[in-house]
C-alpha cells in the first residue's frame, strides 16, 4: 500500500533555528505539493513541483521558505530562521497528475 | 477577490440521514472541484472529483454535484455512519493554472 511519508512527525525549536521537513513521494507520482495548515487560514499551497521541477512557490515566504526536489524520492522545505508565525502543520501530498492528491500524514511544527 | 466558501459551522445530523455539504465558490470558473475527507491528526484524503462538464458524480455512499451557473458542489452522504464523522474539504482551481486551492472545510458529526 504506497503511501506518502513525512519526517519529522512533531518538531519543537526556538525562534531562529533552521527547520528542514523531508517528504518521500509516492513512487510513480511526477507532482508534489506542500501546504501548511493552521486553524486561522486553513490548507494554504507553498510549494508546487512537477517532474521535480518547481512550478508554483508563490504561496511560500521567499525571504526565509525554501523548497526542493534533490531527486524524484525526496522533496524538502526548509525554513531559516524559524520564526512563531510558522508553527503550523505542514503536509507534503503527491499525486499522478493534479487530479487527485495523495497526502502524508504532516509534520506539526512548534516554534518557541 | 476569489473565494472558496464553506460552511464553518459543524453539521450535525442522526445516522441514517442524508448529510449534505455545500461548497461555493466567487468569481472563477473552475475546470474541475475535488471532495477530501481529513479526520484530526491526519492528512486528507482524496474522496471524489467532478469536472466543470459534469453535472453529478457518485461513488458508492457518496454523491456529489456540480453547478457552474450556480457555482456551487453539493456533497451527499446517503446512509450516514458515526464513521462518516470528520471535515469534508472542497478544492478546485481559482486562476486557471488547474492547481486546486482549498476551502476551509466543514466539520460533520454524525450520531449513532
Known amino acids: 500500500d504506497a503511501r506518502v511519508t513525512q519526517t519529522p512527525r512533531d518538531k519543537v525549536t526556538e525562534m531562529g533555528q533552521e527547520v528542514t521537513m523531508r517528504c518521500q513521494p509516492i513512487l510513480g507520482h511526477n507532482t508534489v505539493f506542500w501546504y501548511r495548515q493552521t486553524m486561522m487560514q486553513g490548507l494554504e499551497l507553498l510549494a508546487y513541483f512537477r517532474n521535480r521541477a518547481p512550478l508554483d512557490d508563490s504561496g511560500m515566504p521567499k525571504d526565509r521558505f525554501s523548497a526542493e526536489m534533490p531527486d524524484a524520492t525526496l522533496a524538502t522545505l526548509k525554513i531559516q530562521p524559524s520564526e512563531p508565525r510558522d508553527s503550523a502543520v505542514y503536509f507534503c501530498a503527491s499525486g499522478p497528475g493534479l487530479d487527485e492528491q495523495f497526502f502524508g500524514p504532516g509534520t506539526r511544527l512548534t516554534v518557541l | 477577490s476569489q473565494k472558496i466558501e464553506q460552511n464553518s459551522e459543524a453539521l450535525n445530523i442522526q445516522e441514517g440521514k442524508t448529510a449534505t455539504l455545500t461548497c461555493n465558490y466567487t468569481n472563477y470558473s473552475p475546470a474541475y472541484l475535488q471532495w477530501y475527507r481529513q479526520d484530526p491528526g491526519r492528512g486528507p484524503v482524496f474522496l471524489l472529483l467532478?469536472?466543470?462538464?459534469?453535472k453529478e458524480k457518485r461513488k458508492e455512499r457518496l454523491k456529489v454535484t456540480f453547478d457552474t451557473t450556480l457555482k456551487q458542489s453539493l456533497f451527499h452522504i446517503t446512509a450516514s455512519q458515526p464513521a462518516d464523522s470528520a471535515t469534508y474539504l472542497c478544492?478546485?482551481?481559482?486562476?486557471?493554472?488547474?492547481?486546486?486551492?482549498f476551502g476551509r472545510g466543514t466539520s460533520l458529526i454524525v450520531h449513532p
Open positions: 478544492a478546485l482551481d481559482m486562476g486557471g493554472s488547474y492547481i486546486p486551492t
Open positions: 467532478i469536472r466543470e462538464n459534469e
